[in-house]
């Protein structure tokens, strides 16, 4: 089975800073998708950003990038130059299509609460 | 944002009610999910749907039941609510294949008093 990890229950960090959110995974597939996704206080859930696992080039979306070690089964997320809307819960997640079916099923991590202070 | 909507947003009942949430996307997304997520908590996936007339329980057991006879329709039912089943539903649609994003509803709170 798979898991997902975050260690960081809740961050902080000033407006214009930088801050990176931790994320492991734990599977003995080979093909994978791993995702971040952020929920703002009481609105919908969007995607931040999506890693491919075979491509070995770390996934960016403007502000936001990931440093993905394959080996290491880790993905984290840097937030450049945060914004007071970056304030919400980040989700890592991840996406194996295990055992031939492809329903693409996610498994989600516990999340980590962000806070951007002014 | 995604073409995915849930109603109501917002659910206030009383025990052993029944009720049935809606879900409907107009992406044309063969795939469609149910989570449940507690305030402040991770996505558990109840239910999951690979298109029409097709339905699968999830990793966590729950005493609803969804059905898919459109595609673009994915309700969730609990026959009889309990406080227990107080919680965040979530519905997720994706295209076909297992890379394909997830894209998110609104949600529904519902509280069962």
């Known amino acids: 089975a798979q898991t997902v990890t975050q260690s960081q229950p809740e961050m902080s960090v000033q407006e214009a800073e930088t801050v990176t959110l931790s994320c492991t995974y734990d599977t003995s597939e080979n093909n994978y998708y791993l995702f971040w996704y952020k929920q703002p206080p009481s609105r919908q859930m969007i995607l931040v950003i999506r890693q491919e696992a075979y491509k070995q080039q770390n996934a960016t979306e403007n502000r936001f990038s990931v440093n993905f070690q394959k080996a290491a089964k880790s993905f984290s997320l840097k937030i450049s130059d945060s914004q007071l809307g970056d304030t919400a819960m980040y989700f890592c997640?991840?996406?194996?299509?295990?055992?031939?079916?492809?329903?693409?099923?996610?498994?989600f991590g516990q999340g980590t609460i962000l806070t951007v202070h002014p | 944002e995604a073409d995915i909507y849930q109603t109501p947003r917002y659910l206030v009942i009383g025990t052993g009610k029944k009720i049935t949430l809606e879900c409907s996307q107009t992406?044309?997304?063969?795939?469609m999910y149910w989570y449940q997520q507690d305030p402040g908590m991770e996505l558990h996936l109840i239910h999951y749907s690979y298109g029409v007339n097709s339905t699968e329980k999830g990793d966590l057991s729950s005493e609803s039941t969804v059905s898919r006879i459109r595609t673009e329709h994915f309700p969730l039912t609990l026959e009889s609510a309990r406080p227990s089943h107080t919680s965040q539903y979530l519905c997720a649609s994706s295209d076909r294949g297992f890379q394909e994003t997830q894209y998110f509803g609104p949600g529904t709170r519902l509280l069962v008093l």
């Open positions: 997640a991840f996406n194996a299509n295990a055992g031939g079916t492809s329903y693409g099923k996610l498994t």
């Open positions: 992406m044309g997304h063969d795939k």
